[in-house]
């Protein structure tokens, strides 16, 4: 979608423009090579500055840092697959036994009988 019509700026435009540094309106007005036009163009390039900010806040936050351009070296060797050959894990069935709760134990004459876990 176009953010700026009279210089034939689009959102993917200034979100480049941000990934590749600029932190401002202003900063991405530059960038851009954006020239002044009629205006309405502001409203929401601030407003795409902010949301940018804000997702690069909580990105830093949740990793506990600025993003690092390069992936760690041990980051880098492929995911483990799992062999499709092999047998897949029996599903689990009945019920999952709680700490402290009463099971059922079969007994020898087939009956049942509650026992303490």
Do not use: F
């Amino acid at each position: 979608m176009y953010v700026c019509i009279c210089n034939a700026v689009t959102e993917d435009d200034v979100r480049s423009c941000m990934a590749g540094g600029a932190c401002s309106p202003k900063e991405v007005k530059a960038a851009c090579g954006m020239k002044p036009g009629c205006g309405s163009c502001t409203k929401r390039l601030h407003a795409l500055v902010s949301e940018y900010r804000t997702a690069s806040e909580l990105a830093d936050a949740i990793t506990g840092g600025p993003a690092s351009p390069v992936m760690p070296a041990e980051r880098t060797q492929p995911m483990p697959v799992a062999d499709p050959a092999a047998p897949a894990a029996p599903p689990v069935t009945g019920p999952v036994p709680v700490a402290g709760a009463s099971l059922p134990v079969r007994t020898a004459e087939g009956g049942t009988a509650a026992t303490a876990a």
